[in-house]
Each structure stands twice: as C-alpha cells, then as structure tokens.
C-alpha cells in the first residue's frame, strides 16, 4: 500500500543552520508529494509541492525535490530561522484511483537563536 | 476568503455520548476531506466528500460519519465516543480532480473523558 516515512524528530538547530528532513515514500504510480507545516495550536499549511519525478518545489526558502529513482522527497533550507519551529508533515497524493492524502508521522524542528 | 473554517474549535464529551463537528470549504471548493490527528502523530484520512456523497473511506468504523451539503459544508459525526477518539480533527477542502492542493482549517480538539 501506500505510504510515508519521514524522519524522526524532534531536530534541534541553531539560527542559520542548514536544515534537511527526510521524507522516503510508497507507492505505486507516480503519486503527487506534498511538504505541510503546522505551527502551534494551528491547522495545516501546504508549503510545497512536487507533482512529476524531477519536479523541485519550492516556498519561503524550502525545497524539495521528487526523486522517482530513490523514492524521496527531502526537505531542505539553506539558513533556518526561529520562526521555522514547528511540525513538518511530508505527505503523497496517490495517481491511481484513491483521493486521500497520507502523511507521515511529522517531524518537530525547533530553532535556536 | 475566510478559508476553511470549523466549529467548535474545542469540545469536552463524556464517553458513549456523540459529537457534530463542522466544517465550511474554502470559497470556489467543492470537496471536503475530513482527518483524525492524534497527539503527536501525523493526520489519518477518515473519509472524503463530493457532491454530497462519500468518495471515498480510510480505516475508520462505522460509528464515523458524515454529510455534505448543497452549499458544500460538511459535518463528521462520531458516535458512541470512546476515550481513543480524543484528537485533534481536521478539515480539508479542495477542488475536484487529483493533484490540486487542499486547505485545512485550524481543526476542532476533540477530548472524551
């Protein structure tokens, strides 16, 4: 079936620090592939997305890229900031047939000043 | 654009009582997912609504329901509640077809006790 495994957290950084989150996924077809971030006390944020194998997507200073060949969407940021502390969930999209989205267990980043 | 909005945003039940939550899709959506997000675990996918009909259903019971209405709204109810149903619920609202990015509300905290 279907799935997502990210890597565990929580990561603890310094202020511009080079951040990356592993995210491996599961799944049969090429699946759409989705960051999300979710700040305290909040809902969901999509923050990026990567829709075909080689596709990189990118927001705010993150990127990730879809690689087909290992299966991977890693998120990565050149120089993270406070403001980057919160959950990152790395979730699919499957292309054949099923309309749910499935995430992986998140991972807490907390940045230092 | 108020975004996806639910109600309450917090709600205390006993056990074996049960729960209406609701939910307004983004202004332009026609499809409402709706997800189950325990305490430090990513969301699991309960089922998905268009055109008022049940799409499609994740590994949740019976005692999991829901509805959608003309003007796309939906309500999840829960049934018989249990302690392990204590989470937070999320609602996700999007347009038809597969690949489209989906807008989550700030989610309803559900505890039984």
């Known amino acids: 079936g279907n799935s997502v495994t990210q890597m565990e957290g929580p990561v603890t950084l310094s202020e511009e620090a080079f951040l990356t989150i592993n995210c491996t996924y599961t799944?049969?077809?090429?699946?759409?592939l989705f960051w999300y971030v979710q700040y305290p006390g909040e809902g969901l944020q999509l923050l990026l997305k990567?829709?075909?194998?080689?596709d990189k997507g990118s927001n705010k200073g993150f990127e990730a890229t879809y690689r087909k060949e290992t299966t991977s969407f890693h998120l990565e940021k050149g120089s993270v900031q406070v403001s980057d502390s919160a959950v990152y969930f790395c979730?699919?999209?499957?292309?054949?047939?099923?309309?749910?989205?499935?995430f992986g267990a998140g991972t807490r980043l907390f940045v230092k000043a | 654009d108020a975004g996806v909005t639910q109600s309450p945003t917090h709600l205390i039940k006993t056990r074996g009582q049960q729960v209406t939550l609701r939910c307004s899709p983004k202004?332009?959506?026609?499809?409402v997912s709706w997800y189950q997000q325990a305490l430090g675990q990513g969301p699991q996918f309960i089922f998905q609504?268009?055109?008022?009909?049940?799409?499609q259903r994740g590994n949740f019971p019976d005692r999991f329901s829901g509805h959608q209405f003309p003007n796309y709204s939906s309500e999840l109810n829960v049934n018989a509640l249990l302690l392990g149903d204590s989470a937070l619920y999320l609602c996700?609202?999007?347009?038809?077809?597969?690949?489209?990015?989906?807008?989550f509300g700030q989610g309803t905290r559900l505890t039984v006790v």
């Open positions: 996700a609202s999007s347009l038809v077809g597969q690949n489209t990015e989906a807008f």
């Open positions: 799944a049969t077809g090429y699946p759409s």
């Open positions: 990567a829709t075909k194998a080689d």
């Open positions: 979730a699919l999209t499957p292309n054949t047939g099923g309309f749910k989205t499935i």
């Open positions: 202004s332009g959506h026609d499809t």
């Open positions: 609504y268009y055109e008022e009909e049940e799409r």
